[in-house]
């Protein structure tokens, strides 16, 4: 893990009792200069966003495991990348539901399918698990089934428990999905999200790196938890799309690329520590498909107080850049090519990386 900044550290001090009282999670990563992100768990290894995936990430060496929020519609807090879980469980295949599949617009995308916010929790856990990505990764596909969709709550007690038997604290980075909408249909994020933290022991003291694509929600976040030792928040950005979901709704704020400016990196670094962008926004591709050269996105961010955490490297020739592919199946697992495009954005500056195999990725930081 990365040495807090100056900013940083003046923040801690003045928090010393809960930086105490969190047994200053960060500090027992120090000797880390550049933190790993288990993407979803291991989710090139496992199904996504399941209890099986975020072992296999913890096993594998992540720093962090990432849980993806949504809400169902009794409230509770599950684990998805997107509320839409037509390609990540077995809804299809359930005529019990069939009633349920409707079109909705969510975050100006007009979606067909199954939303987690129209399921009880209990429904919800009669669903299983399938692979987002079974032509790529159909060793996944084999585990169809085997798997519940896990609550957040689930999470961190498993989480707990992983750091327990294994002697090191395993942090969390938890993304808050879809917040606008979820709001606009009665089931806010936010305040759901911060009761869960204060209930449990291990939020109260594990690293916990919150993070999400729109800004609102992470100011207010900020708002209600102040700096303590424990927790950053992230500001996910996309450079090449338009505005956050909040920004469009509320007609007035920056685009994506206002954000990673000097200026808006500046203003970014007020509510939030890390900035996360993709991973060719550091380093974009030449008109070949191989590594260009380095953006300025990493010396404007740390100028501005900002940690870097970029996402995402997937070990499949299919997401290499050009440089580092091996023969021409798409679905080849090419770990040599990945090892070494992880790091090339490494040597860039990154502080930290989300990848779909962070065993990977440990393996490309100790060669290093």
Known sequence: MMAFNRREAVQM?????????????????????????GHRGASALRPEHTLASY?????????????????TKDGVLVARHENNIVQTTDIVKRPEFADRKTAKMVDGQQQEGWFVEDFTL?????????????????????MDGQFDVPTWQEIVDFTAAESAARGRMVGLVPELKHSTYFASIGLPLEDRFLASLAAHDYTRRCPLEIQSFEIANLKYLRSKLGRPGNVRLMQLVEPAASKPADIVVARNGPSYADMVTPAGLAEVARYADVIAPPTRAIIPLDADGKLG????????????????????????????????????????????GSIREIQS????????????????????????
């Open 55 to 71: 072992a296999k990430a913890i096993a594998d060496g992540a720093d962090y495991i990432e849980p993806d929020l949504c809400a």
């Open 293 to 336: 050269a380095p953006t300025s996105l990493v010396t404007d961010a740390h100028k501005a107080g900002l940690l870097v955490h970029i996402w995402t490297f997937r070990p499949e020739n299919y997401f290499l850049a050009a440089d580092f592919r091996e023969g021409s199946d798409p679905a080849f697992r090419n770990e040599p």
């Open 122 to 142: 209990a429904e919800l856990k009669t669903l299983r698990a399938i692979e987002r990505l079974p032509q790529l990764r159909p060793q996944n596909a084999k």
């Open 13 to 37: 001090m003045g928090l010393a009792a809960l930086a105490a009282g969190a047994g200053n999670a960060f500090a027992a990563a120090s000797a880390r200069t550049v933190e790993v992100f």
């Open 345 to 368: 954005y490494v040597r860039a500056g990154i502080d930290g990386f989300f990848s779909d195999d962070p065993g990977i990725g440990r393996r490309a930081l100790a060669a290093m």
